[in-house]
């Protein structure tokens, strides 16, 4: 079975600061996929950035990076010069790679960014 | 334009009632799934499917039928809606699920 867990209900920042999104995600699996997800206001869903288990190097995407500590089951979404159009619900998903038949997700992180 | 369209995008039903959510993708993509979204729960696997004839069951599939008779096409019934089923609906497809799932815009259920 796997699950993905985000603890952060709800997170904040100041416009053009970092801010750091958790999550976990725990499989019996030893290979699989990992995929942060954005959701704005207008409800669609948007692909932000994905990383291969496999994969030694953290992947990123222009201000968004990922900080994936294997043994530690932690999958961290790190954004940059935090911009008002950042501000959405984030979620935390998985796969695993042999088989991508089902993507689970976790409970999700409302970002609020301030000006 | 290529993507997921789901109809309708918004649906009011009375409890009891049947009615069927319609997902199709332009993407020639074998995987296609349906989630629900209910506050504080993130997305639920409803009912996947790998390709056209093969459907299975995910997280929360009770009350649901799914169909994939094309590649293209795969509607979710409601077969005697209840309020529990208020909900936002979400179609996906994926190539072979590595890159990712596309998503189409919902569809907002409201059960009375």
């Known amino acids: 079975a796997q699950t993905v867990t985000q603890s952060q209900p709800e997170m904040s920042v100041q416009e053009a600061e970092t801010v750091t999104l958790s999550c976990t995600y725990d499989?019996?699996?030893?290979?699989?996929?990992l995929f942060w997800y954005k959701q704005p206001p207008s409800r669609q869903m948007i692909l932000v950035i994905r990383?291969?288990?496999?994969?030694?190097q953290n992947a990123t995407e222009n201000r968004f990076s990922v900080n994936f500590q294997k043994a530690a089951k932690s999958f961290s979404l790190k954004i940059s010069d935090s911009q008002l159009g950042d501000a959405a619900m984030y979620f935390c998903a998985g796969s695993r790679s042999y088989n991508t038949d089902k993507l689970i997700f976790g409970t999700g992180t409302r970002l609020q960014v301030f000006p | 334009n290529a993507g997921v369209t789901q109809t309708p995008k918004f649906q009011v039903l009375k409890t009891g009632q049947s009615m069927t959510l319609q997902c199709a993708q332009d993407m020639n993509h074998e995987y296609m799934s349906w989630y629900r979204q209910d506050p504080g729960m993130g997305l639920r696997l409803i009912h996947y499917?790998?390709?056209?004839?093969?459907?299975d069951q995910g997280e929360v599939p009770n009350g649901y039928n799914v169909s994939r008779s094309t590649t293209e096409d795969f509607p979710l019934r409601l077969l005697s809606a209840a309020p529990s089923q208020t909900s936002v609906y979400f179609c996906?497809?994926?190539?072979?699920?590595?890159?990712?799932?596309?998503f189409g815009s919902g569809t907002r259920l409201t059960v009375v």
């Open positions: 990383q291969e288990a496999y994969k030694q």
């Open positions: 499989t019996s699996e030893s290979d699989y996929y």
């Open positions: 499917s790998v390709g056209a004839g093969i459907t």
């Open positions: 996906a497809s994926s190539f072979q699920g590595a890159n990712g799932y596309t």
